[in-house]
């Protein structure tokens, strides 16, 4: 059983930035790709970026692109979103999720999730 465990948000200003952790337990070799995700109140939950923990291809909202980067510890079994420029509608529940198929940014392809980390950007 694969558990994930999201960690670091917090209330920031805008512009500036926060380090999103995922801890990862129970991972099988099947669940290779690890996404972000986030919520905000009374929205569905929105893809941010994914990596695969095998060759650490990485993926991106356009939203974000530029600003966020997803990063793995294959050692670890951890994965990372450092979030800069930090805008006000960056807000939201961020989520950590696991998928045994190469790539998606549908939260329905996912498996896993965490309990969630709230991101407050205040302007």
């Known amino acids: 059983q694969v558990q994930l465990v999201e960690s670091g948000g917090g209330l920031v200003q805008a512009g500036g930035s926060l380090r999103l952790t995922c801890s990862v337990s129970?991972?099988?070799?099947?669940?290779?790709?690890m996404g972000w995700f986030r919520q905000a109140p009374g929205k569905e939950r929105k893809f941010v970026s994914a990596i695969r923990w095998s060759g650490g291809r990485t993926y991106y909202a356009d939203s974000v692109k530029g600003r966020f980067t997803i990063s793995r510890d294959n050692a670890k079994t951890t994965v990372y979103l450092q979030m800069n420029s930090l805008k006000p509608e960056d807000t939201g529940v961020y989520y950590c999720?696991?998928?045994?198929?190469?790539?998606?940014?549908?939260?329905?392809?996912?498996?896993?999730w965490g309990q969630g980390t709230q991101v407050t950007v205040s302007s």
């Open positions: 999720g696991a998928s045994n198929i190469y790539y998606s940014d549908s939260p329905r392809s996912y498996d896993y």
């Open positions: 129970g991972r099988t070799f099947s669940s290779d790709l």
